[in-house]
């Protein structure tokens, strides 16, 4: 039993897995107008995605929004990873470390909300934002984009190896020039799978733009959920078929540079 449980098991969750999305890039060179109906082979779907100027729109409202948002979550997480793992005791840590954490168990529909009613308090207030946007929503993915980024550097500087520091302190290094000259280029790596999480968080999400979002700044999730609730179109399937198509090559590209980098270590 035990010899051929596990290759079926394995092959059920790979068919689980990726059938729908065989599935997806087979109908969405589909003739046919009906996604269930196979009408022919055609890339008529490509042109008419390449001509829809709401769709365009929104996907470049969202890679603004993605490479803004996760710079930004790069660089406020790491800071805080920084302060909590080379300052054990300050007042304010336990606050600042549940402030860190807070938005990765918090429900997106919560933290949306709770977003939402403060940017209106801060219009009524300050007279700033004036009004949803792309401001607004930056600031919103930011908020819970930095707390990833945080975890992962914070685990990253942790298993640095904290003597390579004070070596550079004993040769009269300060603490600036420490930390852009020592610790970055350690914990470089960390960073960098950090941003590449919150500019995919930032992408993908659906809730929290939602919220936070106002006229002409519909990102492209909440454009794709807007059209797939009237039904599911053939240009939506040449969307995500364009997505896998980019992720594919990326996923591609990033292993050849491990493994490049193993043979060179080697």
Same mark, same amino acid.
């Given at each position: 039993m035990r010899g051929w449980f596990l290759p079926l098991a394995v092959a059920f969750g790979f068919i689980f897995l990726y059938a729908p999305i065989i599935s997806l890039v087979v109908f969405s060179f589909n003739e046919s107008r009906?996604? @269930?109906?196979? *009408? *022919?082979? =055609?890339t008529r779907w490509y042109g008419e995605l390449l001509r829809d100027r709401q769709i365009l729109g929104a996907a470049w409202v969202s890679l603004q929004v993605a490479f803004a948002s996760a710079t930004l979550a790069t660089i406020i997480g790491t800071l805080g990873a920084f302060v909590l793992t080379r300052f054990s005791s300050f007042t304010g840590r336990l606050l600042l470390t549940g402030m860190i954490t807070a938005p !990765?168990?918090?429900?997106?529909?919560? @933290? *949306?909300?709770?977003?939402?009613?403060?940017?209106? =308090?801060?219009?009524? @207030?300050?007279?700033?934002? +004036?009004?949803?946007g792309l401001p607004t929503i930056i600031i919103a993915h930011t908020t819970f984009c930095a707390a990833f980024v945080a975890v992962i550097a914070q685990s990253?500087?942790?298993?640095?190896d904290e003597s390579l520091e004070e070596a550079a302190r004993d040769l009269g290094a300060g603490p600036v020039r420490v930390f852009f000259d020592i610790t970055l280029p350690v914990i470089?790596?960390? !960073?960098?799978a950090g941003w590449l999480l919150a500019f995919t968080l930032s992408l993908d999400d659906l809730v929290i733009a939602s919220f936070v979002s106002g006229p002409g700044a519909s990102t492209l999730p909440m454009v794709i959920f807007s059209k797939v609730r009237l039904g599911v179109s053939p240009d939506i399937n040449a969307l995500a078929t364009i997505i896998i198509g980019f992720v594919?090559?990326?996923?591609?590209? +990033? *292993?050849w540079l491990m493994r490049r980098g193993m043979r060179q270590g080697e």
């Open positions: 009906l996604v @269930t109906v196979w *009408g *022919g082979f =055609s !990765l168990v918090m429900p997106e529909v919560i @933290t *949306g909300l709770s977003l939402l009613l403060l940017f209106v =308090s801060m219009e009524m @207030t300050l007279g700033w934002p +004036a009004g949803r990253r500087l942790r298993s640095m470089a790596p960390a !960073l960098v594919l090559v990326a996923v591609v590209i +990033a *292993g």
